[in-house]
């Protein structure tokens, strides 16, 4: 066998049965040893100081509640605009300044997407987790630079991919030195402007010993439309959680914002923050039943 698939191996070994752990390994994470799943939560893309800080602080306080260990999310930019003219950041090094406050001053980890092998190693400066978007998912050369930053690398599966394929994907990083990767499904295309969750995915996924999130809020997406803005399916985003979390999921992943329709970003398929503890609550309860 390949000196390269052994040591890979030996990297899935060493972390089957430790996502609990892995997950405590973040910097200010907290309620890990609660048995609840993960969240990753946040606005789409950092829009200012104020109003990343008051999403973050009210996360951070329903999270304390309900025992949730919480990463705060937020993109120093978006990349990935249907039309030239969409909001792109407002400049990356104070977008990632702002999520290195919020995670010193509010005590919380905070992840952000990269796109480049350069976002890589600057974003690495600021924040605990590098996300690797849906469509990068194949990426090898940045797969790679994020895995050698030696911070968390959270890949999300690609729209277009297996989930049995994950495991290449993660294989990069593994075989880049860095055990700590964490898969996100995404949902997958159906049709030009649809995605459905397959869940049999999730624990296809999970047969890699990694950590599997749920992005709850992206899989109710409907891109491209012909007006080249994304639109979705917000009204679904309950029925999509529950049925992740009913299936076993470690972490979920969403979206969220005071003001979904005024958002700079995806707020067609955004959870209003008002809504956010109430589903929380119920989320824990699912998660409670089936452990």
Request: proline share 5%; with cysteine; glycine share 8%.
């Amino acid at each position: 066998m390949n000196l390269i698939v052994i040591f890979a191996n030996i990297f899935l070994d060493s972390i089957k049965n430790q996502k609990p752990k892995m997950i405590s390994t973040l910097p200010h994470i907290r309620h890990t040893d609660c048995g609840n799943f993960f969240l990753l939560a946040g606005p789409c893309v950092v829009e200012g100081e104020g109003i990343c800080y008051d999403i973050a602080r009210h996360i951070r306080e329903i999270t304390d509640r309900l025992q949730i260990p919480f990463v705060f999310k937020g993109s120093f930019k978006k990349a990935n605009r249907s039309r030239i003219d969409s909001f792109t950041g407002i400049g990356d090094r104070k977008a990632l300044q702002i999520l290195a406050d919020i995670r010193e001053n509010l005590h919380v980890p905070v992840v952000t997407d990269i796109h480049t092998e350069a976002d890589a190693a600057l974003a690495a400066e600021y924040v605990d987790i590098l996300q690797i978007p849906a469509f990068l998912c194949r990426q090898t050369d940045l797969l790679v630079a994020a895995a050698k930053t030696g911070k968390m690398v959270n890949i999300k599966k690609g729209q277009f991919v297996a989930p049995e394929a994950m495991k290449f994907a993660a294989d990069k990083a593994l075989q880049s030195g860095n055990p700590r990767v964490i898969l996100t499904d995404r949902g997958t295309m159906f049709g030009y402007h649809d995605l459905i969750v397959d869940f049999r995915g999730i624990k296809r996924m999970q047969e890699t010993g990694l950590p599997v999130a749920l992005d709850v809020t992206h899989s109710l997406q409907q891109p491209n439309t012909t007006e080249g803005v994304t639109g979705g399916l917000p009204q679904m985003i309950e029925t999509i959680a529950r049925a992740g979390v009913a299936v076993g999921v470690d972490g979920v992943f969403i979206e969220t914002h005071p003001d979904p329709a005024s958002a700079k970003s995806d707020g067609a398929n955004m959870l209003p923050l008002q809504q956010l503890e109430g589903l929380l609550q119920r989320l824990v309860k699912i998660r409670q039943a089936i452990s």
